[in-house]
């Protein structure tokens, strides 16, 4: 495995799910999974610094990594978004670079930041709060707190998919295949899995990662390909 995830944490903001960061020592492809949040990330490669605004994954693709870098990711929790890069245009790597500026900084909505850290994201993410950069949908929040009554179901799924790109029950089964994933990896057996997750059967589970994570469930249980970030909750 040519990259190493060093830390993750996750927030006490409100807008901000977790914060983490990790480093390559070698380069290759690697299984970029499903993913149902949008992520603000700092890449510091071969002396450059770059700020990207990237979008959730709603299925698996291969990703090239390139060796010797670094990358710190501020993953913003569901139903938090920026209305100046609408989620729905960012979708399975239609990511955003922002501008560099002076001193190793990056340009956004007409002014100059400071690049955040790992260790100072919610202060950042505070100043473009109060800078009104980033927006709650109250009803994507309500929904995933368990008020299915606040809006009728098509309403919901349209600020569903203002606010994250995808419905509600594609956000559901990407959860559910990263929560899978992470069992598997950790030793359990596919059957037990299938019930822990809520798979109707192992024919089901099989199919839903073989689209989510790109793998069946014995190629991930054995390790074979390097995955993106998978974190417990």
């Not at 299938?194 to 190629?219: E, K, M, N």
Request: one cysteine or more.
């Amino acid at each position: 495995m040519f990259i190493h995830f060093d830390a993750d944490r996750p927030s006490d903001s409100r807008s901000v799910e977790r914060v983490w960061c990790c480093h390559s020592d070698g380069g290759g492809p690697f299984l970029a999974v499903a993913s149902s949040h949008w992520e603000l990330v700092v890449t510091r490669l071969a002396g450059k610094t770059t700020v990207t605004v990237h979008g959730p994954e709603t299925r698996a693709r291969e990703v090239y990594c390139p060796p010797d870098g670094e990358w710190v990711a501020i993953r913003f929790r569901a139903g938090t978004y920026m209305p100046q890069f609408p989620v729905p245009l960012l979708l399975n790597g239609r990511d955003v670079n922002l501008e560099p500026s002076w001193r190793g900084r990056f340009r956004l909505d007409g002014a100059s930041w400071e690049v955040p850290t790992f260790e100072n994201a919610e202060t950042f993410v505070a100043r473009l709060e109060r800078r009104g950069l980033l927006r709650r949908d109250a009803a994507v929040v309500a929904a995933l707190e368990g008020d299915h009554l606040a809006l009728t179901k098509r309403s919901r799924q349209r600020h569903f998919l203002n606010a994250t790109g995808m419905t509600h029950t594609t956000l559901r089964q990407i959860e559910r295949a990263r929560f899978a994933t992470r069992l598997l990896r950790e030793g359990a057996g596919a059957g037990d899995v299938a019930a822990a997750a809520g798979y109707f059967d192992q024919p089901h589970l099989t199919r839903s990662l073989r689209r989510l994570i790109g793998l069946t469930p014995g190629r991930i249980a054995g390790g074979e390909r390097q995955l993106s970030f998978l974190y417990k909750t």
